[in-house]
């Protein structure tokens, strides 16, 4: 007897042990899933966060009237496409004065981004008054000056492997030395479109085209959604054409969103002629894809309001279209809306389809509007991944954060709505 | 005053009647458009790989074990036959899925197991919305993770060892993909875990059987139609996903089973085949279509299997 317990006993405790083993084998599952979402966060912010940061070099300019405005018409157009880079070098040259060959001043002029002649045209354009006289202006440094001073180009490497050489190195440390070059905060990263230049790329266009898009989505999905969820949920008795909609609903929610690239590809813009790369035909897409997550959102929440509230209704007089646009859908129009919410943070975050319809193309303007060809956010991560210069990688990373925080803000307004006005039965 | 009273009244239902009639049409109507999209998805890929099929004969799309899309501009040009089998897209499709759900299987289901069974409520409500935010991350962000992080350090560990691993690897494109289908599956499961009913749990303790016996000798048996169900979404749902492979996942059609190797998938060719120029006619634009038929048949078909699956389950515990 005794040893049947001792036998009992040993055996409990291997049990017991498999049990705790089991156990850890679930929390290790947890722990290598919520590992791996730390991971990819951290190192996309390790990437993009210098990216919010751009190198400028702040520069005496004598704005020559001679050279900018030589007919003094003060036309906003001729100074905006005036020769800057004249007066550029010279006061390149008064800060580093020992260059003196044409091909070392061309390099020394190389350290500024082509864009910084831009700005300087805009800056006279808007202030003519400017003219003849001399001021001190930041101007952008190109890619190459910004990876330097970033850390992010290694001095030491042997000078055939990159772009910047030991002279633009030597003229750097000169500048830094007058406190001339500095890292300010990148203002063009949210302010201008596309770019061929990594550090004159921003992704205002593409967030204003993925705000047009979510717009034509979202006066496209919302209605839809609403009133086929509640067609199907108040209305429809249970016949074959309401479940042929119902069985078509639930497939179109499993189907891989390029095949709805292609409807677009096909229908929209091959059929019937929308304009390509608009958000007016993404916004489209975009809705279809979603409609079925909005309905199907939708429904559950219709079915969550009690019956009792529509037995009311109808009991006191109301009609069938009184009691479920008067009760029923103002009492489930928070949820709704929830359900509406995190179906556009998914259209946000959806590229496969948009690349079918032509959004790819490189934009440089921003849109002002449906019919503007644009891109969108996830799209430019795409095209800026893509992209084989040094420079892009920082701001792939950084435009990432920009969509991921547009997420995250959409997902809080969501549970924000729910917890605010959802109501329990 | 009577007659007067009837006929307003009268006048009234009839308005509200034709109200009535107009605001259920309008409901109607907007419910077709979910039909309309399944008709135009369905009429728009078969009339274009119909075209396809009459350029290509459909048995060499799906038994050639050739791709390569190159039509000959020239009639003598050098290289450019033109190859249209569909299945080293198929292999290389089903390879990156094969490599993702081995990682999203185990530690999709062990988390829905811990935390459906083993886990404090406190436990639950933190970890839960973690595994979400998994599946709220954009795709895109997926593959430029794969492509730029991790393909590199799988490349890295490889000639450390001494292989030599395909900077496109499936492997980078097949991981990544699983850690985006691990909440999918993990979700899933759990509703189909905490659907097993009570009953079962209570006469497996009374038994005297420890909790994890009565995981795995009771729960899961009795919860497996659900688990399938919804590993086969998953797979669909891989075999459907576009940018984690066109980010990470080569181009080039190799005809291989081994995960070191660049492979190319379906949805890569559909987007290389239609982004860019291209002249609307050619057998090599409408092949992206002929694929994409072939794409939506096998996504369905798995679909309608997993929820067929699932239902028949619920309805044996409801």
């Given amino acids: 007897m005794p040893n049947y317990i001792l036998s009992t006993s040993r055996q409990m405790a291997k049990r017991h042990a498999r049990e705790k083993r089991f156990k850890w084998y679930g929390r290790i599952a947890i722990f290598i899933s919520i590992a791996f979402l730390v991971f990819m966060f951290s190192a996309i912010i390790f990437r993009g966060a210098s990216a919010f940061q751009q190198t400028k070099i702040s520069l005496d300019i004598n704005f020559s009237e001679s050279i900018l405005d030589p007919s003094s018409s003060r036309d906003p157009d001729l100074l905006k496409r005036a020769n800057?880079?004249?007066?550029?070098?010279?006061?390149l040259l008064s800060v580093i004065p020992e260059v003196t060959e044409r091909r070392d001043r061309n390099r020394l002029y190389k350290l500024l981004s082509t864009g910084a002649v831009f700005d300087l045209g805009e800056k006279v354009a808007d202030d003519p008054s400017i003219l003849g006289k001399s001021k001190k202006v930041w101007l952008l440094a190109s890619s190459e000056v910004d990876l330097f001073m970033k850390g992010k180009i290694d001095p030491n490497v042997s000078e055939d492997l990159r772009r910047l050489k030991?002279?633009?190195?030597?003229?750097?440390e000169i500048l830094k030395s007058e406190g001339r070059i500095k890292k300010k905060f990148n203002k063009t990263l949210f302010t201008n479109g596309d770019s061929r230049e990594p550090e004159m790329a921003g992704i205002l266009g593409a967030a204003i085209g993925s705000f047009f898009s979510l717009l034509v989505c979202f006066l496209i999905a919302f209605p839809l959604g609403i009133l086929t969820a509640v067609y199907l949920e108040e209305y429809a008795k249970k016949n074959f054409i309401?479940?042929?909609?119902?069985?078509?609903?639930?497939?179109?929610?499993?189907?891989?969103?390029?095949?709805?690239?292609?409807?677009?590809?096909?229908?929209?813009?091959?059929?019937?002629?929308l304009p390509r790369s608009t958000p007016l035909v993404g916004g489209i897409v975009l809705a279809l894809m979603t409609l079925p997550t909005i309905i199907i959102a939708s429904r559950s929440i219709l079915r969550s309001i009690p019956q009792s509230i529509r037995d009311a209704a109808l009991g006191l007089g109301a009609s069938k279209t009184q009691t479920t646009f008067h009760h029923v859908v103002p009492l489930a129009m928070p949820g709704m809306l929830t359900g509406t919410i995190l179906g556009m943070a998914r259209a946000l975050g959806e590229t496969a389809p948009l690349l079918m319809i032509g959004m790819v193309a490189f934009i440089v303007d921003i849109p002002k509007?449906?019919?503007?060809?644009?891109?969108s956010l996830p799209v430019q991560i795409f095209l800026w991944a893509d992209s084989p210069e040094k420079g892009f990688v920082e701001r792939t990373s950084a435009a990432i954060m920009v969509l991921l925080a547009f997420l995250i803000l959409m997902n809080i307004c969501a549970v924000y709505l729910r917890k605010r006005l959802e109501r329990r039965w | 005053m009577r007659p007067q009273i009837q006929n307003e009244l009268r006048r009234r239902n009839r308005r509200n009647q034709i109200k009535e009639f107009v605001i259920q049409g309008v409901l109607i109507a907007s419910s077709f458009v979910a039909i309309l999209t399944t008709i135009g998805i369905v009429a728009s890929l078969v009339f274009e790989a119909f075209r396809f099929f009459e350029k290509i004969p459909l048995t060499e799309f799906l038994?050639?074990?050739?791709?390569?899309p190159q039509t000959a501009i020239r009639a003598d040009q050098v290289g450019a036959s033109?190859?249209?089998?569909?299945?080293?897209?198929?292999t290389g499709t089903l390879l990156i899925s094969f490599i993702a759900m081995l990682v999203a299987t185990p530690l999709g289901l062990l988390s829905a197991i811990y935390l459906a069974e083993f886990a404090k409520a406190k436990t639950r409500d933190i970890v839960k919305p973690l595994l979400e935010l998994l599946a709220g991350i954009p795709t895109v962000v997926y593959g430029f993770f794969a492509a730029l992080v991790v393909a590199p350090i799988i490349r890295a560990t490889g000639s450390g060892a001494g292989f030599d691993i395909s900077s496109e690897s499936a492997l980078a494109a097949g991981l990544v993909m699983g850690v985006m289908l691990i909440p999918f599956i993990s979700s899933l499961s759990d509703d189909v875990i905490n659907a097993v009913p009570q009953a079962l749990r209570d006469a497996s303790f009374g038994m005297g059987a420890t909790?994890?016996?009565?995981?795995t000798k009771v729960i899961i048996p009795a919860a497996t139609p659900g688990i399938i169900g919804s590993l086969l979404l998953a797979i669909s749902r891989a075999i459907g996903e576009t940018m984690i492979v066109v980010m990470a996942a080569g181009l080039a059609a190799n005809l291989t089973l081994n995960p070191f190797e660049a492979v190319t998938t379906m949805t890569v060719q559909i987007v290389t085949l239609l982004t860019g120029d291209q002249e609307f006619d050619s057998a090599k634009t409408l092949a992206a279509f002929a694929i994409a038929l072939f794409l939506l048949i096998l996504t369905l078909g798995l679909n309608i299997i997993a929820l067929r699956i699932v239902d028949k389950y619920k309805k044996k515990y409801a």
């Fill in chain 2, 211 to 215: 909790h994890e016996e009565t995981v």
């Fill in chain 1, 84 to 91: 800057y880079k004249p007066i550029v070098v010279e006061s």
């Fill in chain 1, 166 to 172: 030991d002279r633009d190195i030597e003229w750097i």
């Fill in chain 1, 242 to 273: 309401t479940d042929f909609i119902e069985v078509n609903i639930n497939n179109l929610a499993a189907v891989p969103s390029i095949v709805f690239g292609l409807l677009g590809l096909s229908i929209f813009l091959n059929f019937f002629h």
């Fill in chain 2, 82 to 90: 033109g190859k249209f089998g569909v299945i080293p897209l198929l």
């Fill in chain 2, 63 to 68: 038994f050639s074990l050739e791709w390569s």
């Fill in chain 1, 369 to 375: 509007g449906v019919t503007d060809v644009a891109t």
